[in-house]
């Protein structure tokens, strides 16, 4: 799925480029790097966290710790893999360190981008809003999971490296994530009698 | 979806999990004004974070040409020490 593989070098390249340029100091390379990944990590904090102001927050200093230590990476960094892992490293410590974060607190905010998908794909709108508030009823451990290899499309390994598990571990711990996702969007056990 | 059985026989994923939809889920969009804000912040850094890269060598360079000015004597030296000292306020 996804993007022709001709397409995806070109994507590759530009972005390597952008990060080249990035890395002299030049801030048209950031701006580039900033258009292609902003939506993304702000996304991927927003059904972590549950919470748009603490996304606003982790997001900005995600792309703060890129600007300033962008100089000093390896020229072949996989800049979504970086923000992505900068950015759940921020909100785990800010979970650490509140753990009054609590799931109902963000609630609201999930209804409400839960109902933005809902009319930004109006086919499958209903199903999706549901996948929105079942992702956020998992324990973090399995929503990030989720996100990084289901929603963001990352690799396993690459996902492996970013949480410093083993590759065996995380396909473990997937598997048991989409379970636990799947039973929490399975019908009620009443459903099925009324269906009968 | 054929279901899988990680751990126990008894767990298994139900076929047609929604795990395939995930990539279907829509990107949440940033208030536009918030995100130009942080764009610019992060780009102020970018170009903090070149002047910090450079500033250790300037100052290493127009201290070694203050030496050298004060040692020969020489104005010339003392001009590019003043100037390399002055570029680091550039």
Known sequence: MGAPSHQRDSDDQAERAAFARLRTGDPTGFDELYARHHRNLYSF???????????QDLCQETWMAFAVKAGGLDPQTHVRAWLLTVARHAYVDQWRRHHRF????????????????????????????????????????DRELLLLVGVEGLRQDHVAAMLNLEPATVRQRLTRARMRLANLLAPEPHDKGERR | MKP??????????????????????????????????????????????????????????????????????????????????ASLYR
């Open chain 2, 4 to 85: 899988t059985s990680p751990g126990s026989p008894h767990e298994t994923i139900p076929p047609g999990d929604a795990f395939g939809r995930l990539s279907q889920l829509p990107v949440i969009e940033p208030d536009a004004t918030w995100a130009k804000r942080v764009q610019g912040l992060a780009r102020a850094g970018v170009a903090n974070a070149r002047v910090a890269r450079r500033a250790p060598a300037r100052v290493t360079w127009s201290a070694r040409l203050l030496a050298a000015a004060l040692a020969c004597g020489s104005l010339v030296y003392l001009r590019w020490a003043v100037e390399a000292a």
């Open chain 1, 102 to 141: 609590g799931d109902e607190a963000g609630a609201e905010d999930v209804a409400d981008f839960a109902t933005s998908a809902l009319s930004a794909s109006p086919e499958h709108g209903v199903f999706l809003s549901e996948v929105e508030r079942a992702l956020f009823a998992l324990p973090l451990a």
């Open chain 1, 45 to 55: 904090l927003v059904r972590l966290s549950g919470r748009v102001s603490l996304a």
